[in-house]
């Protein structure tokens, strides 16, 4: 079966300090992977996507991820972390091949930067 | 360009009765997909519809149906409402090709009471 683990259903970190949230996919095949963000009471943002290529990827407001296709991963970084940064993090994977946009979502980390 | 835009955004209803909920996706995306958002079971697929056609659709009960017009916009329907319903629902659309990201509306909240 197809499906993204985030480990961590919290991530804290200090302002200023590096932050990582990790992810991990089960999928056959080469996926697509997306990172979204989602602030209360809002839909999701994207922030970045891995196709193909260089494996690590810069996205908006200063985050990146890093593929990792031995470890199936697609942890989620930032080198400085801002407390307007705080909110719900999703992984998500859509698998190559077949003619859907279908996004397997993890399960969601919320990341709490303290001033 | 506008976003992704979705009506109402808020819903109380009560059991057994019906919602219809609607999404007008980004000008230009043929593409449109249905989320449910919960704090149990987190964000699941519901249904995908491309030029008025549906090519995916998740593991729901047939109480969970939708369409897509000629224009795009998408609306979805969940008969005889349960306790269990009681969600947020997000729309998003996309382009053309696999590797686009989709763009989700603020979602809509359905309460069942």
């Known amino acids: 079966a197809q499906s993204v683990a985030q480990p961590e259903d919290q991530v804290k970190v200090a302002e200023g300090n590096p932050l990582t949230v990790k992810c991990t996919y089960s999928?056959?095949?080469?996926?697509?992977l997306f990172w979204y963000v989602q602030y209360p009471n809002r839909g999701l943002q994207f922030l970045l996507k891995?196709?193909?290529?260089?494996?690590l990827v810069k996205g908006s407001y200063g985050f990146e991820a890093e593929f990792n296709k031995s470890q199936t991963s697609f942890h989620l970084k930032k080198p400085s972390a801002l407390v307007s940064d705080s909110a719900l993090y999703f992984c998500a994977v859509r698998p190559y091949g077949g003619a859907t946009n279908k996004l397997i979502f993890g399960t969601g980390t919320l990341l709490a930067v303290q001033p | 360009k506008a976003g992704v835009t979705q009506t109402p955004r808020y819903l109380i209803k009560t059991r057994g009765q019906q919602v219809t909920l609607s999404c007008s996706p980004i000008s230009g995306h043929r593409s449109v997909s249905w989320y449910q958002q919960t704090p149990g079971q987190g964000l699941q697929f519901l249904f995908e519809y491309f030029s008025e056609t549906q090519r995916n659709k998740g593991n729901f009960p047939g109480r969970f149906s939708g369409r897509q017009f000629s224009n795009s916009r998408s609306e979805m329907n969940v008969s005889t409402l349960e306790l269990g319903d009681s969600a947020l629902y997000l729309c998003a659309s996309g382009g053309d090709q696999q590797f686009n990201e989709q763009f989700f509306g603020p979602g809509t909240r359905l309460t069942v009471l």
């Open positions: 999928v056959s095949g080469n996926p697509y």
């Open positions: 891995y196709i193909t290529g260089d494996n």
